[in-house]
């Protein structure tokens, strides 16, 4: 049986991972156009390969 891979985070889940606070998570979601997320509704959803990627391209950026 093959192993099952969340591909799809919750912003909660994000921040958790990422050691950040619910106001910053959302200040990402709505001005970093490089962030991995898209809405659907209301709802946010944060692609969980990108983000790793994502957080690489922040180190880099320093």
């Known amino acids: 049986m093959s192993k ?6 919750t912003p909660a889940e ?3 991972r990422l ?3 619910k106001n ?6 709505a001005n970093d156009k490089t962030f991995p997320a ?3 509704g209301t709802t946010w959803f944060i692609n969980a390969d ?9 180190t880099n950026n320093r």
Do not use: N, P
């Not at 910053?24 to 979601?29: D, G």
């Open 19 to 21: 050691g950040i606070g």
């Open 50 to 58: 990108k983000l790793k990627d994502w957080i690489d391209a922040q």
């Open 4 to 9: 099952v891979v969340k591909q799809l985070l």
């Open 38 to 40: 898209f809405r659907i």
């Open 24 to 29: 910053r998570m959302y200040e990402i979601l």
């Open 14 to 16: 994000t921040r958790e």
